[in-house]
């Protein structure tokens, strides 16, 4: 027995190590999502990635209540993806995004002691992507298939040491589907060519260029558009911000999106003045609007309605209208200083 | 053509064998409890919600074709939002063939119904209301689809929306019908919308009772082809609370009627009474613009057959008092701003095609003449009428028929 034991610690040490069973390519492509998110053998035990996995970091990321962000993208073996100079990368069936979405106890430490509340995957399948989340179980042990969503308190101390309390929401599944689709069709929204013209948090090359040496790109253009980084001091003020609109907003507010109909477009190269909301009266605030008159009103932070609505946390009036529940103070300071220093 | 027929029939028959009733009571976790149900529906499902108060925590969405929503009457089956904690709707609709119905929401934060793109959505015997009357603070708009198509709202009602209890955006074939709305900034509202039939609902006690609008920079827009007849517009002098930046803030408390832009958009056979500023209000769009797309002005509009009493006798309007006063203390039925002409941006002049057909007459014309010519410099006259013809309606809105009959029928399951 004792040598049973023994001989089973050793295979499963043998697993966990070198010979990690690899991620479970028929598994994601099953049309049928998995109950637990250890059935794709993405992680090998815990929140420890399987090989396989790639970790990337986008320039500007989406805001979620102060989450820290895990992403990865798994390639079935040998499988790479094609350059794109606008919107995501083309990825080949079978591809799957993995998001997972982690506080620390304490943001300055923020690698210490991170509590994984949920990962969330976009699945590659012929019929399109689909998107599925998996909430994290107490111990960190396994994660389980959250379709309805859910209300997850959390407690942190921010970067400031003021702790904060909130009623972190995990989105349900036509909520993903909601911002994560064009044209009808889910789509993943970070992995541009231009949010990935960066080195790894921040780093060194490009993540394109390291994608297409270790051949999980087909090509790494010279010339690819890069999105500003919106805390990037050094960067210009109207790229950062038009940066972070584009990743927070611009899912939604595109002629594509859910929030066409405002014909308020936010995307980093939307040409049109009026429709990137300068001088644009609102169609379907309703109270929103409060007593701005205008989307962005140049020179004037507080008569504009984006700032009000991003600076809200209201429902009814905030923006987004989900994905997050506390204001983002610096994303606020952002726009702010924007729209002050537009004539 | 034939084949086509008999392949759809047995499709709708194969989907009716198939369809399910699932019921939902309220009760403890009826948010994902509900929340499940719409998300796991097939297309054909019936969800029934019982009897019974279903307090909600957050916003309810709905992404399946074909599904029915039914409760057990607006005031039986009660989707309470007080508490609601995120999301900017009550329900969310963005599926085609979707009925709702016999159901009450109370007090969502933002708005009640929407649709987002839906072909065939019907709202049925449905009741949104902020229980607290008319607030500033209330949500937005009651029912609201939007770049949605076959469009089917008949007896639903309205109470307290802070912009407007029916708002119709961005969408084509539209029926609102037998409907009430009451104590809302606008009553009903047809913005950027093509092809509506407005017709026996009553609008009362709103800031403003029947708009139809049309606003530039928006993906649908020339907004054309509207009836508004047999409908009871009655009182709507509640004054305005919608927030100053909202577009129906500029909407006078005391507007019966009101077309902003448009073209080809009849008022006739309705009931407007005791609205205390215009009967019925043709007005340009009121503020500059920089799309080269959109016209401002309302053209071929006609006015006729309506049947008026105890309006105009106090306008809320800038000038309306002084205006009033110049043509003997109450305003007559129909005032048009008189606006004929606009530049168009980085381009030309152009002249409007299509006249305001008011036969019913006197007929109180500001003399603005050009886009863009500030209210004071209003030279107002009264003519008898500029009724040189009578206007060929748009052909009434038929909705598919299917759409129709899955409205009026009895559920089996109640």
């Known amino acids: ?343 | 053509m034939l084949k086509t027929s008999l392949l759809l029939a047995t499709a709708m028959f194969a989907a009716s064998a198939d369809a399910r009733t699932i019921s939902v009571a309220a009760g403890p976790d009826a948010q994902e409890r509900l929340q499940a149900a719409l998300i796991d529906a097939q297309p054909g499902d019936v969800l029934q919600l019982a009897a019974g108060r279903f307090v909600l925590s957050g916003g309810l969405s709905l992404d399946v074709a074909g599904v029915t929503v039914a409760g057990a009457g607006p005031a039986a089956t009660v989707l309470d939002f007080t508490g609601q904690k995120g999301e900017g709707e009550g329900l969310l609709i963005t599926s085609n063939d979707v009925l709702i119905r016999d159901l009450g929401m109370e007090n969502p934060k933002g708005n009640g119904l929407k649709s987002k793109g839906s072909d065939g959505i019907s709202f049925v015997n449905v009741r949104v209301e902020w229980t607290g009357g008319p607030k500033a603070s209330n949500g937005a708009y009651g029912v609201y689809p939007v770049s949605s198509k076959h469009v089917l709202i008949d007896r639903v009602v309205v109470k307290g929306a802070s912009d407007a209890g029916i708002y119709v955006g961005q969408s084509d074939q539209i029926v609102v019908r037998n409907s009430r709305a009451e104590g809302n900034v606008a009553g009903i509202e047809i913005e950027n919308s093509y092809n509506a039939d407005v017709h026996d609902n009553v609008a009362t006690n709103n800031a403003g009772g029947i708009l139809v609008f049309d606003l530039p920079d928006l993906p649908q827009q020339g907004g054309h082809s509207v009836r508004l007849f047999r409908n009871q517009v009655i009182a709507n002098n509640h004054v305005n609370f919608a927030a100053p930046g909202n577009i129906v803030a500029g909407v006078p408390s005391g507007t019966g009627v009101m077309v902003m832009a448009n073209r080809n958009v009849h008022v006739t056979d309705n009931d407007i009474r005791d609205n205390l500023g215009n009967a019925v209000m043709l007005v340009a769009y009121t503020q500059a613009f920089t799309d080269s797309n959109y016209n401002p002005l309302p053209r071929s509009i006609a006015v006729r057959g309506n049947r008026y009493a105890g309006n105009g006798a106090k306008p809320a309007f800038a000038g309306g008092a002084e205006i009033a006063a110049a043509v003997g203390g109450t305003l007559p039925p129909v005032m048009w701003d008189g606006i004929t002409g606009y530049t168009v941006p980085g381009g030309a002049a152009v002249t409007a095609e299509g006249g305001i057909f008011v036969n019913d007459g006197p007929l109180l014309n500001l003399g603005l003449k050009t886009h863009g010519t500030p209210a004071s410099a209003a030279r107002p006259s009264i003519g008898a009428a500029r009724a040189m013809a009578t206007l060929a309606e748009p052909a009434p809105v038929v909705l598919p028929a299917a759409q129709e009959a899955r409205a009026a029928s009895k559920l089996a399951a109640r």
């Open chain 1, 1 to 343: 027995m004792k040598r049973f034991l023994a001989a089973a610690a050793a295979a499963w040490l043998a697993l966990g190590a070198s010979e990690a069973p690899a991620v479970d390519g028929a598994r994601l492509l099953d049309e049928t999502a998995a109950p637990k998110l250890s059935d794709y053998r993405l992680f090998v035990r815990g929140h420890v990635p399987a090989p396989g996995l790639v970790r990337y970091t986008l320039n500007t990321p989406l805001f979620s209540d102060y989450a820290e962000k895990l992403r990865y993208v798994w390639l079935p073996p040998g499988a790479r993806a094609t350059y794109t100079a606008k919107g995501v990368l083309d990825f080949p069936v079978g591809t799957t995004i993995v998001k997972s979405f982690a506080f620390p106890v304490d943001f300055r430490a923020p690698a210490k002691d991170l509590r994984i509340i949920e990962t969330r995957l976009l699945v590659r399948r012929a019929s399109g992507w689909v998107p599925l989340s998996y909430v994290w179980n107490a111990d960190g042990s396994d994660a389980e298939l959250k379709r309805t969503g859910a209300r997850i308190p959390v407690s942190f101390l921010d970067s400031a040491g003021r702790r904060r309390d909130i009623d972190y929401a995990v989105p349900n599944i036509n909520q993903c589907k909601q911002c994560h689709q064009q044209s009808g069709a889910v789509t993943p929204i970070g992995p541009t060519a231009a949010n990935l013209n960066g080195g790894l948090d921040g780093h060194g090359r490009s993540q394109l260029l390291a994608w297409a040496q270790t051949g999980r790109l087909d090509r790494a253009p010279a010339d690819a558009p890069r999105l500003a980084r919106w805390d990037d001091t050094a960067a210009p003020l109207a790229a950062r911000a038009r940066a972070y609109l584009d990743v927070n907003c611009g899912h939604c507010h595109s002629p594509a999106g859910f929030a066409s109909n405002s014909g308020l477009y936010l995307q980093h190269d939307e040409p049109s003045p009026a429709h990137q909301g300068i001088l644009k009266r609102p169609v379907a605030a309703g109270r929103a609007s409060g007593s701005a008159e205008f989307s962005i009103k140049p020179g004037d932070p507080d008569g504009s309605i984006l700032v009000n609505r991003m600076a809200s946390s209201e429902p009814g009036v905030m923006m987004p209208q989900f994905g997050r529940t506390v204001v983002h103070d610096e994303g606020v300071a952002l726009l702010r200083a924007y729209v002050a220093a537009l004539k």
